[in-house]
């Protein structure tokens, strides 16, 4: 079993749609950055690529790179998914926080599970997800960004018979 650490942020604007989770989320501002800038899915990659030691979401989808620009970030996902798998590895579990101050994200927490669990090929209750403030205080509080970190756990794929 191997364990890694994501971390990331971006900043909140109008006139951008608010994807996290791999969910729409109705609101009157969006997360800015070169793909959907779904924080919760780049943080959950960086710890997936972080567990099997394969560099960060930087190094594999450069923001640079016209063909990630506006890209959903389920993509993204799905694509490490099988770097890890081409590794050996299989997913053991997740656990995601998502530090916002707004909007409530609690009743779009299933959603988010699903559509993950969908990406990942693995059963909803592999992945977790958590939805904080920081009470108002930095950057999340003043609801300049959002933030979110991951811990994702990996295991070693059965050999086949
Ligand atoms: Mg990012």
């Known amino acids: 079993m191997r364990v890694g650490l994501g971390f990331d942020v971006h900043r909140l604007v109008e006139g951008r749609a608010l994807w996290l989770g791999g969910v729409n989320i109705p609101w009157e501002r969006g997360l800015l950055g070169h793909s959907d800038a779904d924080v919760a899915i780049h943080a959950l990659c960086d710890a997936l690529l972080g567990a099997a030691a394969l560099r960060d979401i930087g190094y594999h ?11 959903d970030s389920r993509l993204l996902l799905r694509h490490v998914m099988r770097l890890l798998d081409e590794q050996g590895y299989r997913l053991g579990n997740c656990d995601i926080t998502i530090c916002a101050e707004q909007p409530k994200l609690n009743p779009h927490i299933p959603a ?9 090929g693995c059963e909803p209750g592999q992945v977790s997800i958590k939805a904080t403030t920081t009470e108002k205080l930095g950057y999340t509080g003043r609801g300049e960004g959002i933030a ?14």
């Open 148 to 161: 979110a970190h991951a811990v994702a756990l990996i295991e070693t794929k059965p050999v086949e018979p």
């Open 61 to 71: 989808f450069p923001d640079t790179d016209p063909r990630y620009k506006g890209i």
């Open 112 to 120: 988010m599970q699903r559509e993950l669990a969908d990406c990942m």
